[in-house]
Protein backbone atom coordinates (compact mmCIF):
# COMPACT_ATOMS: atom_id res chain seq x y z
CA UNK A 1 0.00 0.00 0.00
CA UNK A 2 1.43 3.28 -1.02
CA UNK A 3 -0.54 6.40 -0.10
CA UNK A 4 -1.15 9.79 1.52
CA UNK A 5 -3.25 10.47 4.26
CA UNK A 6 -4.65 14.46 4.88
CA UNK A 7 -6.49 14.61 8.52
CA UNK A 8 -6.86 17.45 10.61
CA UNK A 9 -9.19 19.84 8.71
CA UNK A 10 -12.35 21.27 10.05
CA UNK A 11 -14.22 24.20 10.44
CA UNK A 12 -12.39 27.17 12.14
CA UNK A 13 -13.31 30.75 12.73
CA UNK A 14 -11.47 33.44 11.08
CA UNK A 15 -8.14 34.16 12.80
CA UNK A 16 -8.08 30.66 14.66
CA UNK A 17 -5.50 27.91 13.64
CA UNK A 18 -5.97 23.93 12.69
CA UNK A 19 -3.04 21.86 12.41
CA UNK A 20 -3.24 19.42 9.24
CA UNK A 21 -1.26 15.98 8.81
CA UNK A 22 -0.12 14.25 6.11
CA UNK A 23 1.14 10.47 7.28
CA UNK A 24 2.59 8.24 4.28
CA UNK A 25 2.05 4.80 4.44
CA UNK A 26 4.01 2.08 1.80
CA UNK A 27 6.57 4.46 1.39
CA UNK A 28 9.68 6.49 2.92
CA UNK A 29 8.60 10.13 3.23
CA UNK A 30 11.90 11.42 4.31
CA UNK A 31 13.19 10.66 0.74
CA UNK A 32 11.16 13.32 -0.48
CA UNK A 33 10.65 16.90 -0.86
CA UNK A 34 6.83 17.11 0.07
CA UNK A 35 4.35 19.72 -0.44
CA UNK A 36 0.85 20.97 1.08
CA UNK A 37 -1.41 22.24 -1.96
CA UNK A 38 -5.00 23.06 -1.76
CA UNK A 39 -7.78 23.69 -4.14
CA UNK A 40 -10.84 25.76 -3.86
CA UNK A 41 -13.86 25.40 -5.81
CA UNK A 42 -13.67 26.13 -9.52
CA UNK A 43 -9.96 26.85 -8.87
CA UNK A 44 -6.74 25.62 -9.72
CA UNK A 45 -4.57 23.80 -7.26
CA UNK A 46 -2.16 25.88 -5.92
CA UNK A 47 0.96 25.09 -3.85
CA UNK A 48 0.74 26.62 -0.48
CA UNK A 49 4.03 25.51 1.55
CA UNK A 50 6.95 22.67 0.40
CA UNK A 51 9.80 21.89 2.97
CA UNK A 52 13.10 19.76 1.83
CA UNK A 53 13.57 16.27 2.24
CA UNK A 54 15.40 16.18 6.12
CA UNK A 55 13.31 19.68 6.72
CA UNK A 56 16.34 22.17 6.22
CA UNK A 57 14.45 24.32 4.53
CA UNK A 58 10.85 25.08 3.60
CA UNK A 59 8.79 27.66 1.19
CA UNK A 60 5.79 29.47 1.15
CA UNK A 61 3.36 31.23 -0.74
CA UNK A 62 2.98 34.64 -0.35
CA UNK A 63 -0.94 33.93 0.77
CA UNK A 64 0.27 32.34 4.07
CA UNK A 65 3.59 33.60 4.59
CA UNK A 66 3.91 34.48 8.23
CA UNK A 67 0.41 32.55 9.25
CA UNK A 68 1.46 29.12 8.03
CA UNK A 69 4.10 26.72 9.21
CA UNK A 70 5.22 23.54 7.39
CA UNK A 71 7.54 20.80 9.55
CA UNK A 72 7.99 17.28 9.26
CA UNK A 73 8.60 14.36 11.50
CA UNK A 74 10.49 11.80 9.15
CA UNK A 75 10.53 9.32 12.14
CA UNK A 76 6.77 9.16 11.84
CA UNK A 77 6.86 9.60 8.70
CA UNK A 78 4.76 13.02 8.88
CA UNK A 79 4.37 16.14 7.43
CA UNK A 80 2.66 18.71 9.35
CA UNK A 81 0.83 22.37 8.12
CA UNK A 82 0.33 24.27 10.94
CA UNK A 83 -2.31 27.21 9.65
CA UNK A 84 -2.70 30.31 12.38
CA UNK A 85 -4.39 33.52 12.08
CA UNK A 86 -6.88 31.87 9.50
CA UNK A 87 -8.84 33.69 6.65
CA UNK A 88 -12.03 32.74 4.94
CA UNK A 89 -9.54 32.90 2.15
CA UNK A 90 -8.31 30.13 3.12
CA UNK A 91 -11.01 27.52 2.96
CA UNK A 92 -10.13 24.66 0.40
CA UNK A 93 -9.26 21.31 0.22
CA UNK A 94 -6.14 20.78 1.23
CA UNK A 95 -3.38 17.93 0.05
CA UNK A 96 -0.10 17.01 0.08
CA UNK A 97 2.05 15.11 -2.38
CA UNK A 98 5.89 14.86 -3.40
CA UNK A 99 7.28 18.22 -4.58
CA UNK A 100 7.43 18.20 -6.91
CA UNK A 101 4.39 15.73 -8.10
CA UNK A 102 4.69 12.95 -10.17
CA UNK A 103 3.04 13.04 -13.70
CA UNK A 104 0.05 11.55 -13.53
CA UNK A 105 0.40 11.51 -9.12
CA UNK A 106 -2.45 10.64 -7.13
CA UNK A 107 -4.57 13.05 -5.27
CA UNK A 108 -6.32 11.86 -2.39
CA UNK A 109 -9.36 12.59 -0.73
CA UNK A 110 -7.74 15.77 1.10
CA UNK A 111 -8.65 17.37 3.84
CA UNK A 112 -11.90 20.19 4.12
CA UNK A 113 -11.08 23.55 5.30
CA UNK A 114 -13.34 25.78 6.36
CA UNK A 115 -12.90 29.09 7.56
CA UNK A 116 -16.47 31.16 8.46
CA UNK A 117 -18.45 33.05 10.85
Known amino acids: QVQLVESGGGLAQPGGSLRLSCAAH????????VGWYRQAPRKERELVAR????????TYADSVKGRFIISRDNAENTVYLQMNSLKPEDTAVYYC??????????WGQGTQVTVSS
Open 97 to 106: NKYPPADNAY
Open 26 to 33: GFTLGFYH
Open 51 to 58: ITDKGEST
